[in-house]
């Protein structure tokens, strides 16, 4: 009998007229299948148009058409089981929820082939394991960048990773990070209120609206441009800190994208400390620390960012879920120096 939770269901949007690219827009981006892994599905006869396999990538589409893709049964896992300890929040036969460190790497790549969260996972979680992205390994449906701590949920099972990833598709899950900006940004700041994409919402929300694609000459990098995925992204300043020269924010994604948080935040101009790849406009604001500061500020392991809280409905069940994550030290310890005024000199 064939898996329903393997075969997924797709409109072909207005923009895609061939049939790998529609496929590539319209799938959820939590499956984590890449233009060339759709390319492969199809040349292997898994994508269907009213019941007539479509083996041509290049086949032309119109928009509204529905298309079926049938997954096939899960490769393998090619990274290897690791005894790494994870800091479990929550697990059941489902799924499990993870407060992951900052500095480590979600999923193995060039450079970082071990000491990741799958390769700790694949240890912990033996053989449950989700396989909906063609390789059988813990389901990741959505990440967060290696020296980003926090929250994330992994689907053991094909069910439970269908069932997130459509959650995360709808923008259904709740997720809040807290950050630790430089300077702090002001519904009054004439400046922000000239910038494209920003605008503030009651309650002294800050929205940003702009589209994130890969950087046009360091591919290591995102940035804001033309052409790039929908990105939405929410600040509140939930407090100012040495003297209005860094803020805590409580930021929350309407959309989750590669980097989102950072790259909107220092694209206001109000980078996150720490922040080594987006805060270079600000570290000469370093200077100004008190030492204590700036030895809090030295330790971090990486960006002032932290994925505190995370909701959604079980996959299974439908029960609503909340789960919260304290501050890691470091990021409380920079906190505690830079709170009423202190931390920076002459305060």
């Given at each position: 009998?064939?898996?329903?939770?393997?075969?997924?269901?797709?409109?072909?949007?207005?923009?895609?007229?061939?049939?790998?690219k529609?496929?590539?827009?319209?799938?959820p981006?939590?499956?984590?299948?890449?233009r060339?892994?759709?390319?492969?599905?199809?040349?292997?006869?898994?994508?269907?148009?009213?019941?007539?396999?479509l083996a041509?990538?290049?086949?032309?589409?119109?928009?509204?058409?529905?298309?079926?893709?049938?997954?096939?049964?899960?490769?393998?896992?090619?990274a290897g089981?690791?005894?790494?300890?994870?800091a479990v929040?929550?697990?059941?036969?489902?799924?499990?929820?993870?407060d992951?460190?900052?500095g480590?790497?979600?999923h193995p790549?060039?450079?970082?082939?071990?000491?990741?969260?799958?390769?700790?996972l694949?240890?912990h979680?033996?053989?449950s394991?989700?396989?909906?992205?063609?390789?059988?390994?813990?389901?990741?449906?959505h990440?967060?960048?290696?020296?980003?701590?926090?929250?994330?949920v992994?689907?053991?099972?094909?069910?439970?990773?269908?069932?997130?990833?459509?959650?995360f598709?709808?923008?259904?899950?709740e997720r809040r990070?807290?950050a630790?900006?430089?300077?702090?940004?002001?519904?009054?700041?004439?400046?922000?209120?000239g910038?494209?994409?920003?605008?503030?919402?009651?309650?002294?929300v800050?929205?940003?609206?702009?589209?994130?694609g890969?950087?046009?000459s360091?591919?290591?990098?995102?940035?804001?441009?033309?052409?790039?995925?929908?990105?939405v992204?929410?600040?509140?300043?939930?407090?100012?800190?040495?003297?209005?020269?860094?803020a805590?924010?409580e930021?929350?994604?309407e959309?989750?994208?590669?980097?989102?948080?950072?790259?909107?935040?220092?694209?206001?101009?109000?980078?996150?400390l720490a922040?080594?790849?987006?805060?270079?406009?600000?570290?000469?604001?370093?200077?100004?620390?008190?030492?204590?500061?700036k030895?809090?500020?030295?330790?971090?392991?990486?960006q002032?960012?932290h994925?505190?809280?995370?909701?959604?409905?079980?996959?299974?069940?439908?029960q609503?879920m909340?789960?919260e994550?304290p501050?890691?030290a470091?990021?409380n310890?920079?906190?505690?120096v830079?709170?009423?005024?202190?931390?920076l000199?002459?305060?």
């Amino acid at each position: 009998m064939e898996d329903p939770s393997r075969i997924i269901r797709v409109t072909v949007p207005a923009d895609a007229p061939r049939l790998d690219k529609a496929l590539t827009a319209a799938l959820p981006e939590a499956l984590g299948l890449s233009r060339s892994r759709v390319q492969a599905l199809i040349a292997g006869g898994a994508v269907t148009r009213g019941g007539t396999v479509l083996a041509d990538a290049r086949t032309r589409v119109r928009a509204g058409e529905a298309l079926v893709l049938t997954l096939p049964d899960p490769a393998p896992a090619a990274a290897g089981p690791e005894a790494i300890p994870l800091a479990v929040v929550y697990e059941d036969a489902e799924l499990i929820v993870i407060d992951k460190p900052a500095g480590m790497v979600v999923h193995p790549a060039p450079g970082a082939e071990t000491g990741t969260l799958v390769n700790a996972l694949l240890h912990h979680c033996g053989d449950s394991l989700s396989g909906i992205g063609g390789v059988e390994r813990p389901g990741i449906v959505h990440r967060i960048d290696k020296d980003t701590s926090g929250l994330l949920v992994v689907a053991k099972t094909d069910r439970a990773h269908a069932g997130l990833a459509a959650q995360f598709a709808a923008h259904e899950v709740e997720r809040r990070y807290d950050a630790i900006c430089w300077g702090v940004p002001d519904a009054g700041d004439p400046r922000l209120a000239g910038l494209d994409g920003v605008g503030f919402e009651p309650g002294g929300v800050l929205r940003i609206e702009l589209p994130l694609g890969r950087h046009r000459s360091d591919r290591k990098k995102m940035a804001v441009r033309d052409g790039g995925r929908r990105a939405v992204t929410r600040l509140k300043v939930a407090e100012r800190l040495a003297g209005g020269a860094a803020a805590r924010l409580e930021c929350r994604l309407e959309t989750g994208r590669t980097h989102q948080i950072r790259v909107h935040a220092a694209h206001i101009g109000h980078p996150l400390l720490a922040d080594p790849v987006y805060g270079g406009a600000r570290r000469g604001a370093a200077a100004a620390l008190e030492e204590d500061a700036k030895a809090a500020l030295a330790a971090m392991p990486g960006q002032a960012l932290h994925a505190a809280t995370l909701g959604f409905r079980h996959p299974v069940s439908g029960q609503g879920m909340v789960f919260e994550a304290p501050l890691p030290a470091t990021i409380n310890s920079l906190l505690m120096v830079l709170r009423d005024g202190e931390g920076l000199v002459g305060s």
